[in-house]
């Protein structure tokens, strides 16, 4: 069993910065691939970004490419997520998930992870 744990949420103004940070843990030291989501209110869950086990991969969407950036430190085995120029349209619920296949490239599709974390909230206020 893979523990995924997200921290770092909170509110910020709009224009603010947060970093996420997501720990994953299991019996083994071995690395997984990790996504963040993302879910608001009324809305479906979507992907924020991902990044592949050793960080040669990794993949934004639209609307946070150029204000977010995913990177990893595998030697603590935890993937962060920094948020710049946050909008009040980033507020949501934010998910860190592990994927146990292995594949060298970032994956995008929520089914393709095992182990999801159980979300950290972030709002930004205007």
């Known amino acids: 069993q893979v523990q995924v744990v997200e921290s770092g949420g909170g509110l910020v103004q709009a224009g603010g910065s947060l970093r996420l940070s997501c720990a994953a843990s299991?019996?083994?030291?071995?690395?997984?691939?990790m996504g963040w989501f993302r879910r608001a209110p009324g809305k479906e869950r979507e992907l924020v970004s991902a990044?592949?086990?050793?960080?040669?991969?990794?993949l934004y969407a639209d609307s946070v490419k150029g204000r977010f950036t995913i990177s990893r430190d595998n030697a603590k085995n935890t993937v962060y997520l920094q948020m710049n120029s946050l909008k009040p349209e980033d507020t949501a619920v934010y998910y860190c998930?592990?994927?146990?296949?292995?594949?060298?490239?970032?994956?995008?599709?929520?089914?393709?992870?095992?182990?999801w974390g159980q979300g950290t909230q972030v709002t930004v206020s205007s």
């Open positions: 990044i592949s086990e050793s960080a040669g991969s990794t």
């Open positions: 998930a592990a994927d146990s296949s292995y594949t060298v490239v970032a994956e995008a599709n929520p089914s393709r992870y095992d182990y």
């Open positions: 299991g019996r083994s030291s071995r690395r997984y691939g």
